[in-house]
């Protein structure tokens, strides 16, 4: 019997994980456009082809950054993508998890369950301790998805990123190693 290898470094029932590659511009971009109404104010991804050549250079080649696309097993289709930007290493093991569902798969719990594949994958082959997530207090749907993972709350830092032009307010929420398990 052959062996086949899955495209995902980790799967659950609905959703796999892969990392970014250059190949994927044009479904993300198109996802990203399609979705515009859902992310504004809270989020801008790339929605041009130049624009995500940039954004998956920096997911691909540095090393602080590690970017994962959650996608739908049953066609592969791209439902959202997880990032853990600002990785630290050392004393911290830890990064600051970014993310965003595209507008097709919104409210269906696939970034839920895709969110739960980073977790144990940073946790484990990736040797992290901390993930941190910082999400604007009016961004609903971010803050259940960090609550319902398991993240605690664990302070609010008031202009603390520049998004749409302003300096915005964000709630900090963490989980670790010790949590999850």
Known sequence: MPHTTSRYLAEGPRVGIRHFTYADGAEFTARARESKDLHHPWLFPPATEEAYAAYAERLIEDPERVGFLVCEKDDGAVAGFININNIVRGGFQS??????????????????????????????????????????????????????????????????????????????????AEMRA
């Open 95 to 176: 990064g600051a998890l970014g993310y965003g569902a595209f507008a097709h798969a919104a409210g269906r719990g696939l970034m839920r369950e895709g969110l739960d594949l980073v977790i144990g994958h940073a946790f484990g082959p990736m040797r992290l301790h901390r993930l941190e997530i910082n999400a604007q207090p009016g961004n609903a749907a971010s803050v259940a998805l960090a609550r319902g993972a398991g993240f605690r709350l664990e302070g609010f830092s008031p202009n603390m990123i520049y998004i749409d032009g302003a300096w915005r307010d964000h709630e900090r929420w963490a989980i670790t």
